[in-house]
C-alpha cells in the first residue's frame, strides 16, 4: 500500500493567523470556566468575611440587649426592695437584712453569669477568627508593641547617628 503524502504550501503568516484563531476559539470556554471559579472563590471570602461580621455584630447586639434587660430589672429589683424597706417595721429588722444580703448575693451572681456569658462569647468569636486566620485582639496588641519597641530602637540609633554626625 502507498501513502499518499500531500504537502500543504501556505505561507507561515496566514498559517499562524489561522492558528491562533483556533485557539482564541478553542480556549474562550476555558477561559470564561476560569474566571467564573476565580470569580466564585472570590465571592466566597467575601460572603464568609460578612458571615463573621454578622456573627460578631449579633453576638455583640446580644450582649448590648441582655445587659440592658439586666439593667431593668436591677432597678425592678431595686425597687421592690425599696418598697419592701418602707413596709418593714423595726421588729423585721433581722428579716430585712436576710433579704438585703440575698439580694446581694443574687446580684452578684447575675453579675458573675453576665461576665462569664461575655467571656465565653468572646472565646467562641475568637474561635471562629482563628478559624478564618484572621489575628485575634491579643495577637494584634503583642504585634503593635512589638513595632512600637522596634521604633523605639530605630529612633534612638538614630539619635545617635545624628550626634555623630553633628
Avoid at 445587659?67 to 417595721?89: D, F, H, N, P, Q
Avoid at 512589638?146 to 545617635?160: F, G, H, S, W, Y
Amino acid at each position: 500500500m502507498k501513502a499518499a503524502i500531500q504537502r500543504v504550501n501556505a505561507s507561515s503568516e496566514t498559517n499562524s493567523g489561522k492558528v491562533q484563531q483556533l485557539q482564541t476559539v478553542r480556549f474562550q470556554p476555558i477561559r470564561a470556566q476560569g474566571r467564573k471559579l476565580a470569580l466564585a472563590y472570590l465571592g466566597l471570602w467575601g460572603i464568609v468575611c460578612d458571615q463573621v461580621g454578622g456573627l460578631y455584630q449579633s453576638s455583640e447586639k446580644l450582649l448590648n440587649d441582655a445587659v440592658e434587660r439586666g439593667e431593668r430589672m436591677e432597678e425592678a429589683l431595686y425597687a421592690t426592695l425599696a418598697e419592701w424597706s418602707r413596709c418593714i417595721t423595726k421588729q423585721q429588722a433581722p428579716f430585712h437584712e436576710q433579704v438585703e444580703a440575698d439580694f446581694r448575693r443574687s446580684a452578684r451572681l447575675a453579675n458573675e453569669a453576665g461576665q462569664d456569658f461575655e467571656a465565653q462569647l468572646e472565646r467562641q468569636v475568637e474561635r471562629a477568627l482563628t478559624r478564618l486566620g484572621i489575628p485575634t485582639r491579643e495577637r494584634l496588641a503583642k504585634l503593635n508593641q512589638e513595632i512600637e519597641r522596634l521604633n523605639a530602637i530605630l529612633d534612638e540609633k538614630l539619635a545617635q547617628k545624628e550626634a555623630v554626625h553633628a
